[in-house]
């Protein structure tokens, strides 16, 4: 089996060093924005993480997704925190998101496997 958690991150470094290169302001702010707002505030980085992928799950982005669980393995959501957050994005986003739940565990289960 190939390694998802790698080939992703390769990819999307590769990708937003390419982006990042063309020098447009405007993308430069977003990114980060983006950065910035996951920071520790009134919702600590665990809680915004968690937001992000429920967000990301409901607009369907499989990146999304990826990077968001990613950051929240890394300041330590639980399993069974990214679960129960994931059957919220289900019930909020319906039927429709089945198939990126499907994904998500994939890329969790391959997150945890990594050590």
């Not at 990114?31 to 429920?54: I, M, P, W």
């Not at 967000?55 to 990613?70: F, G, I, N, W």
């Amino acid at each position: 089996m190939s390694d998802i958690v790698k080939e992703f991150n390769e990819y999307r470094s590769k990708m937003n060093d390419k982006i990042l290169a063309d020098n447009n302001k405007i993308v430069k702010r977003i990114f980060n924005l983006d950065t910035n707002a996951f920071q520790d505030g009134a919702l600590d980085k665990k809680t915004k993480e968690l937001l992000g992928l429920v967000a990301s799950t409901v607009l369907r982005c499989d990146d999304c997704v990826k990077y968001h669980l990613e950051s929240s393995h890394k300041v330590g959501v639980t399993k069974a925190e990214v679960s129960e957050a994931l059957g919220i994005a289900t019930l909020i986003g319906g039927t429709i998101v089945i198939p990126h739940l499907r994904k998500a565990h994939e890329y969790w289960e391959a997150i945890e496997n990594q050590g």
